[in-house]
């Protein structure tokens, strides 16, 4: 028998591939590091309860009187290590008295019946040491987590808890957090809803409950949009504790949080360019449809496809034409991989078999020729697995034929260093050459731009699929994050290909946008002292949370034993089987009353498959990006006897699926994967929402051979396996070299995935060094007391150092020094004695000082002159300000908006130089090393032409007097009897300066 229903042999089979599977690999080499740190950990969990049970004859106010003596300690000095064994033993003995307490959590009152399990004593040991601890969904990560919250949050340091959305910070922060406010601890939800007035009061709490791109969010305001120190409201990164950490981790990693605005200068052309983009991919979809209608009746009347009665009698030209119709089909998958005919020839596998070998035949090096000339007749070649695309000569003239604008230019770059070249040899005067050069960069900027918005357009209409990628929402693009399956507003796809989408749906496409304030999660949660985690499902990406971290993860055993019941994979050929057989597995299970659990990849699948449970009459609920704003509600019917659900991935992430008795006695939650995903990971998490806390339960994959992981990156063997082993419809085929393939396939893509991320890393690692200097050079203009000190060190002089370094390069002659003083006295509002200051200028260092002396001088002439002029305004209106503190704050907003003004224009030319990079890769340079170069020229040119703002603004401002004639009036009256006095002690600069130099 060459198929097997009942899969038997291949139960076994399939343990042992996966039992030798990679992180199992790896577990058996760091297996012992993790029984002796569980052991190591359960003598401290000892250690707690017998401390707990002292603890009960205390009563509450002894109790409570702990946490104060132990911030006293603290405070004096004692390590939290060595505190662990008494807070922990105080955090469970305020469970068992919170016992029978009534909660109003979410809307309900909830009584608590906590008292942690000594596992949860162990997981909250792991966290406070700084690891991942990874614990089954149901364990009760949440009340885990209060022991390190607590322990940390005696210090007084910033103690935060990411929650993967709103509700669960809300929720958690009602729940568990009575606890700490049993303990006088105070502890706060951060949210969506949260207003930024009262985000710095949320933040003063010791603990505060919040989801990554909240806290993330508040950073990078509190960095490049608060003006004044009174309007950041963060205090610090001390202890952050994630929730679902590989969630947020890794899901979420690979798109950075930005804060964006309009754009000042945009060159942006998606609504002109849509129609004849569209074109052509109409060009390419009418080309292949008429190729493979072609082919599928050629190889219909040559009886290929099904099996008719007559037999045909097969001549050499029968054969050539069987031959070339499928070399046509093999056309048609390279322009439209997802094309109906192709999908439906390679559910015959014979057809199957043959169109791979044309495939095989293609990729032999000597058939490259033959290849080429056969791609050719595309428009588009679409490479569908590594997410790419290439417009044919074909394409290209078809595309330059529609000859709007500039068409014929938008393939051919202008070759700037030839044009250069030429225009520098050209008779024209400097000027001249100066005009044409700027000209001719605008073209070149202006061509980029056009042939970028080219690119994206074809990118959107080829790769991006709508209820797949995106959906649209109120005439809106929403993305789908393609883990979660959550929809994610507010978020958008960057480098334009947000606006290519708009313009393909026809909506408004919005303005480009530029980038104000950009990071990603991974650098943002870096920044925290120590960095703990907890999930269910954590092994599979323990290297990254390593490599990129610094964080192990710890398995965590769980209370009580689990007792699922993982059934093996059922593959068929073809989706229309797979979801026949899902369908009668759902009637089977659900006629004994069992609930039913159905995670689908996409909306568009979970809404194929609640058709198909429409027809057959099943009652059930979808979760999805469409319809999730009843996800609360969903999940807590989800574990009812009888209860079907449909969802994508983000079902319950974070929520318990709660089981009634009936559904108990049935037979616990049946999950059903309707494939596998792209990552381990996420299968088993689905896994995981059944059989909790030691409930019955099971789960069943079901995978197709249209399945997008096997169409795309299984290995090519399976294909001749399969010929052989075609089993009669609606059978499911099962061998182990199967099994291996899918999991070989899982892995290769959570390998493509790291390096993704890893990659949007290195990037954003160059900008987080910059990030950070103008951060922290942002805030001491905020923070610091003495602003005058920091203008004239820390601008002033760093920038007459460079002036003067760059002018003279080395070397000091008459003639130089006579240009440098011209230069200067030309820049800055300064008058210089000639004679003098060439006398005294003997070396570069005394060119500095004096240079510097000259623009204090007139810098602090200038800025006492204006605090004057406020003394003067005050004394009129009877206010009694400092003007010193005035002018201090005056002159901080205008140096904070140049500097955010500065860094925008900075990240945007970063944004360019990382599209350019990315297209030199083809010309064999390493585009990282081009732009960690090249980040650091336009980093140095950023902070130059910074301190030369600043300056100019220094020099420039003016403090403006009332309007107002009475208010003249008064002033006049004030100037007449008053003799101005000094407001700055600014001279203590200068002295400081004398005696550096
Ligand atoms: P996880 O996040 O690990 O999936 P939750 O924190 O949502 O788990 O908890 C799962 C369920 O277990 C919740 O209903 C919670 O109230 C319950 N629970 C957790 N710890 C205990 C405990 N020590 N005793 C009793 N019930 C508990």
Redesign the pocket.
Known sequence: MHYNSKIGLVETLLKNIRGLNMFKFIKKIFGTQQTRTIKRYMKIVQAINAQEIAYKSLSDEELKAKTIEFKERIQQGETLDSILVEAFAVVKNT?RRLVGTEIHVSGYDQKW?????DV?LLGGIALFNGSIAE???????????SFPLYLRALTGKPTHLVTVNDYLAER?CQ?VGEIFRYHQLSVQALTGKTPVHERKKVYESDIVYGTASEFGFDYLRDNSMAQSKDEQCQRGHYFALI??VDSILIDEARTPLIISGPSHQTFQMYAELQSPVQEIVKKQRDFCNKLASESFKTLSDLNLIEERQEAIKWTKDLEEQSKSALRQLWVVSKGMPKHKIVKRIKENPDLRVKLEQVETYFYAEPNREEKATMLAELFIVVDERSHDFELTDKGIHAWEALKMGTSQDDFTMIDLGHEYAKIENSPFSDEQKVAQKVHLREQDAKRKERAHNVRQLFRAHLMMEKDVDYIVHERKIIIIDENTGRPQPGRRFSDGLHQAIEAKENLEIQQETQTYATITLQNYFRMYDTLAG?T?TAMTEAFEFKEIYKLNVLEIPT?KKCIRADANDEIYMTEREKYQAILKEIQEVHSKGRPILIGTESVDISEKLSRILKQAKLNHHVLNAKQNDKEAEVIAEAGRHGAITVSTNMAGR???I?LDGEALKSGGLHVIGTTRHHSRRIDRQLR?RSA??GDPGSSKFYVSFEDSLMRLFASPNLTQFLQKFRPPEGEPISAPILNKSIETAQKRIEQRNYSMRKHTLEYDDVMNKQRQEVYAFRNSLLHDEDIFSLIFFDIIHPLCETIAEKHFNGKITQESLESYIQMITMRFPIRIDNRAFIEKATSLNKVIYLTFKEISNILKRKLELQAQMIALVQEATGKQIEPKTILQDVIRNLLIRIVDRKWQDHLLSIDHLRNEVGIRAVGQKDPLQEFKQEAFHLFADFTNQLNYAFSNGLFGFEMMLPQSEELKKSIERVQSYKIPKRYLDLDSIQEIENHSS
């Open positions: 469970c019946d906590m008292i942690p399990y949860q614990m089954q969904t149901g364990e009760g990560k949440t009340l885990t987590a958690d729940w929730d679902e907890m269910g209370h974070g929520t318990d709660k995981g909790r806390g």
